[in-house]
């Protein structure tokens, strides 16, 4: 019963077999908020490039007809995220399935890592259905092949497609000056950009629990406006009036996230994997970790080192989180170190390299 709707979608597509392989289509599997998009924009743009392509989007949340239709007469076939119906679809021999991942790196420990033996095995049908998985990096390659149960042989490090945003003509100064005029801050000001991540422990969601805003603005404020982007389930842990807690801006709902960490002058955060592609960008991040002990005992744990591998300082109270600042003790050495565990290659290039792939050594059938 717990994947009957997946096998459902999988005996709807299944009918669509009869159809022939059009080799000029190409699907992108997303949910209709169309989150985590940005890969996938990315290998559009690049194809684009290549010739005449029909681009279509198989909405896994909303059943269509038209749109299985599509999914099964597609040459290639790309997701950004899990889809469990792939375990149960037959895709001809012709079509290509890639895994893209929108999370860049490995980090966290997530899904056969942590994931129960059911879960696992549902993952190992999936991956017999993907042809490739697109990593950052050969040296996470052992992680990811965990966390898919897949082969490591249908693993290629070829790069993160939306990393090729930080190298496209960016005015930044535009950028931040409309920032600015949106929060109403000062064009002067320096900006934090505070990103926790969620905790399963609903105790520690609450971050004006531990982050005592007026001391912060009372040290930091001349130079410097906090940013906080919150994940969406931490607004559920919220109490009372949260704008009594102190002055910050709340960009949670501001549209791109890779706008703010270009805009941004240093990076606040604790688990969350924005602080790989932040890394990129040589900028300070500083690891706000009041719930360490927790977080390491209770949630899913890390496939590296925590304390020895994050390119920053980690603090684990508001005092401590204010000196590191004031002080610019950023241990910015470690900034480099880290980046080249998460990436083989940084230039802009990364969507060229799988789109190359798939058009050559990686098209089945021709």
């Known amino acids: 019963m717990k994947y009957l709707k997946h096998k459902l979608y999988g005996r709807i597509f299944n009918l669509f077999k009869v159809f022939p392989i059009n080799k000029n289509k190409i699907t992108f599997i997303v949910d209709s908020g169309e989150s985590f998009k940005g890969n996938l924009d990315y290998i559009k743009k690049e194809f684009e490039k290549r010739g005449t392509f029909e681009f279509n989007f198989f909405y896994k949340d909303k059943l269509s007809i038209g749109a299985f239709k599509d999914l099964a007469t597609s040459k290639y076939i790309f997701l950004n995220d899990n889809f469990f119906p792939i375990a149960f679809m037959n895709f001809k021999d012709e079509s290509v399935v890639t895994q893209l991942w929108h999370a860049p790196g490995a980090f966290k420990k997530f899904g056969g890592s942590v994931s129960s033996e059911d879960d696992r095995q549902m993952l ?207 241990e910015e050495r470690k900034l480099s170190e880290f980046v080249m565990t998460q990436f083989d290659e940084i230039n802009g290039e990364a969507s060229k390299r799988v789109v190359d792939f798939l058009l050559n050594e990686g098209d089945k059938n021709g």
């Open 124 to 330: 190992l049908k999936i991956s017999k259905n993907t042809d490739y998985l697109i990593t950052s990096s050969k040296n996470i390659e052992g992680f990811y092949s965990e966390a898919f149960q897949i082969s490591k042989d249908k693993i290629k490090p070829l790069g993160l497609p939306r990393a090729d945003y930080y190298f496209e003509n960016h005015n930044i100064s535009d950028l931040k000056e409309e920032f600015c005029k949106r929060y109403g801050v000062g064009p002067d000001k320096k900006i934090i950009l505070y990103a926790p991540t969620f905790r399963d422990e609903e105790k520690y969601n609450n971050v004006f629990n531990y982050l005592d805003l007026n001391e912060f603005n009372e040290s930091l404020g001349d130079e410097y406006v906090l940013a906080l982007r919150l994940h969406p389930k931490i607004k559920d842990f919220y109490s009372g009036d949260i704008s009594s807690k102190g002055k910050y801006i709340d960009c949670s709902g501001y549209a791109s996230e890779q706008e703010l960490l270009l805009i941004s002058d240093i990076l606040i955060t604790d688990y969350s994997s924005i602080m790989i592609e932040f890394a990129m960008l040589n900028k300070p991040i500083v690891f706000f970790t009041y719930d360490f002990d927790s977080y390491l005992n209770e949630e899913r744990g890390f496939y590296f080192d925590f304390k020895n591998t994050v390119p920053g300082p980690i603090v684990y109270d508001s005092s401590q989180l204010i000196e590191v600042i004031e002080n610019k003790d950023f």
